[in-house]
């Protein structure tokens, strides 16, 4: 049973411009603009008709935007949650411009051990994620820790937990690696290591989606029943200011969107992209967690199930559910 048919979610790529090279990301290699606050503010207007409700600024690393407070200001004051994921390096300088304007802020950790970090970052930015975290706690705000989970660093979860996550009062998100394109993921975690993972997720300030975790027991979306919905759930908005159909990671198609995003997402041709998520050859197979986070919110199915503990218990902790209250 569907729940809604309206997206929920918009990922805005402000620039696919990093100042890291993720080992596990090929994002950073593209060549890219900037997005421009005025294509923002319109297409911001047009996501309130379409019922979209949270917006995730993303990159590259968005904080290299000049005007990423400005945006990130524009949306929390017209009712969008907003969502921010930093590597941390430029966090501290921008923090004050930023402060009150991201509901959902998360530093990119992978590593208790700055070298290790450092090495799969492919830069020094270590100490700038615990820079920021001071930061930002100073300035009375509620960051998370966002964990990239490989087999490599599953053993390192304990150690981040009690020495990162528990003494600073954080959250600790845990975000299973995923494989798309070229870009190797590592090894897959074994039924054993994904029990390890379910159970570390109950712990007190951890938030793992359940439902990522039996995607990948099911050997995640299978193109003749499709779990994914993420181009009827999620909006992609390209830096070039261009609407990305299915979604970022397939690309399969791109569409100017020239001031007219509510016309053109309801268009006859974009619907007709729509009707093929999860279905076409690229999708099988496919676990990438910012696609399916919200598929599994609209769609009554065993993945919803697993995923509603979890979610709620990251929206009581965070209270971003009273974002979404009426008044």
Not at 16 to 31: G, H, L, M, T, V
Not at 125 to 144: H, N, T, W
Not at 241 to 258: A, D, T
Request: some cysteine; proline content about 5%; charged content about 25%.
């Amino acid at each position: 049973m569907r729940l809604t048919k309206k997206p929920v979610l918009c990922n805005y790529y402000v620039t696919y411009r990093c100042n890291a090279k993720c080992s596990f990301c090929d994002i950073w290699e593209k060549p890219s603009p900037y997005i421009t606050l005025e294509d923002v503010r319109q297409n911001l207007l047009d996501m309130k008709r379409l019922g979209v409700q949270v917006i995730d600024f993303t990159g590259g690393e968005p904080l290299l935007h000049r005007q990423i407070d400005e945006m990130l200001g524009m949306a929390h004051d017209m009712g969008f949650i907003t969502t921010l994921t930093t590597n941390g390096m430029l966090y501290p300088k921008l923090a004050q411009r930023l402060k009150g304007k991201v509901d959902m802020l998360h530093f990119s950790l992978d590593s208790v051990h700055k070298e290790t970090h450092d090495t799969g970052r492919g830069v020094a930015c270590y100490d700038f994620v615990m820079q920021s975290i001071e930061v930002a706690k100073s300035l009375g705000e509620r960051p998370d820790i966002l964990f990239t989970v490989f087999k490599h660093n599953l053993n390192e979860l304990e150690e981040v937990y009690e020495k990162i996550i528990l003494p600073n009062k954080l959250l600790l998100i845990l975000n299973p690696a995923f494989e798309y394109n070229d870009i190797d993921a590592g090894e897959r975690l074994t039924e054993q290591e994904l029990d390890f993972l379910t159970a570390f997720g109950k712990r007190r300030q951890v938030y793992l989606n359940d439902g990522f975790v039996q995607l990948r027991r099911d050997g995640g979306n299978h193109i003749d029943k499709p779990v994914c919905k993420a181009a009827s759930t999620t909006l992609v908005i390209s830096p070039e200011n261009e609407l990305v159909v299915p979604c970022y990671h397939l690309g399969e198609k791109s569409f100017p969107i020239n001031g007219n995003l509510f016309e053109l997402y309801t268009s006859k041709e974009v619907e007709a992209l729509k009707a093929l998520e999860g279905r076409l050859p690229g999708c099988e197979g496919c676990t990438i967690n910012c696609y399916m986070q919200p598929s599994f919110a609209v769609e009554v199915n065993k993945y919803f199930w697993e995923a509603l503990p979890s979610t709620l218990k990251y929206n009581l902790y965070k209270g971003t559910w009273k974002r979404l209250l009426p008044f």
